[in-house]
């Protein structure tokens, strides 16, 4: 009876070291993402939130309130191998103008997935707003090895949330809520040509 049940303990020990061996070794395995690097997205965010207008107020009014933003443009401009991020800059307009010399950093960490589809965590802050996300990236390549467009090429958030905090002198307005960010990879000829080097 006590060798079989040693013999129990040791198969439970072994195969418990087995996946956790199993683990670290799949934890270390980062794709090269470096063939993303240079690509343009064409994207939109779309918040659902709740309005406060100021702490310990309930929300007024009482309901979420969507609002879709306009179109932005997203460039990942490197791969960073040692820290296992995409970097990225987003452009939006600034008073109806793009403008080159405005962008936002973005960080896309690599948590999981290949080099064709894959998982990042990235946290977008402009100061006054905050949105954190888990974005999906879905590449497919032709047979020459590039990206197919159209559609076919793509990211989006499969969560995400936003706070907006309004401190300014006489407005302490704030909101919270979900958000989604979603978009297709365009090819440059589609990019206003301001936002081009």
């Known amino acids: 009876m006590k060798s079989c049940r040693s013999y129990a303990l040791s198969l439970t020990a072994l195969f418990i070291l087995t996946c956790f061996a199993a683990g670290i070794s799949h934890a270390q395995t980062v794709p090269d993402l470096s063939k993303w690097v240079n690509t343009w997205f064409k994207i939109t965010?779309?918040?659902?939130?709740?309005?406060?207008s100021d702490i310990g107020v309930r929300a007024d009014p009482p309901y979420r309130f969507t609002e879709a933003g306009n179109p932005a443009y997203l460039k990942i401009f490197a791969w960073d191998e040692a820290n296992h991020?995409?970097?990225?800059?987003?452009?939006?307009k600034q008073a109806g103008v793009w403008d080159p010399n405005v962008s936002i950093p973005l960080n896309m960490e690599y948590f999981a997935g290949d080099g064709l589809k894959f998982v990042c965590s990235s946290i977008l802050n402009t100061g006054s707003t905050v949105n954190g996300f888990i974005i999906l990236f879905?590449?497919?390549l032709d047979a020459s090895g590039n990206f197919v467009l159209g559609g076919k090429t793509f990211l989006k958030s499969l969560g995400g949330y936003y706070f907006e905090i309004d401190d300014l002198p006489g407005s302490n307005e704030r909101w919270a809520g979900s958000a989604v960010i979603q978009g297709n990879m365009i090819p440059v000829s589609?990019?206003?040509?301001?936002l081009l080097p």
Do not use: C, I, R, Y
């Open 190 to 194: 589609k990019v206003p040509s301001v």
């Open 45 to 52: 965010l779309t918040t659902n939130v709740f309005h406060f």
């Open 85 to 92: 991020a995409l970097q990225a800059e987003v452009f939006v």
């Open 138 to 140: 879905k590449g497919k």
